[in-house]
């Protein structure tokens, strides 16, 4: 059974930082492209930012220059770092996989920045 399991959110104040961690479990992660989405109230799921299998990286237009995604294959575990975190930041952050043709996503963690 597939699962992804995200942790590291929480509150934190405009101007801080944060790192949230997305676990997979059933998948082999080398072989898997991995991306954060959030999703505001009210608002649409975006892009925060991917990995490729082969490293490179592509961040979305709200967050570049504020936010780092890697992901360590030993671990299975996909990692992503904003900082700058405005109040506009505050959303569920999603962990999203493309492995085998399929695609697979976390439950959720919540990161509300304060002002």
Not at 64 to 89: F, H, M, V, W
Not at 98 to 103: D, I, L, S
Request: proline letters at 3%; aromatic letters at 10%.
């Amino acid at each position: 059974q597939v699962q992804l399991v995200e942790s590291g959110g929480g509150l934190v104040q405009a101007g801080g930082s944060l790192r949230l961690s997305c676990e997979a479990f059933g998948i082999t992660f080398s072989l898997a492209a991995s991306t954060w989405y959030r999703q505001a109230p009210g608002q649409q799921r975006e892009l925060v930012a991917m990995v490729f299998t082969t490293g490179s990286t592509h961040y979305g237009d709200s967050v570049k220059g504020r936010c780092t995604i890697s992901k360590d294959n030993a671990k299975s575990t996909a990692y992503l770092q904003p900082s700058s975190l405005k109040p506009e930041d505050t959303a569920v952050y999603y962990c999203h996989a493309t492995f085998a043709g399929n695609v697979y996503w976390g439950q959720g963690t919540q990161v509300t920045v304060s002002s």
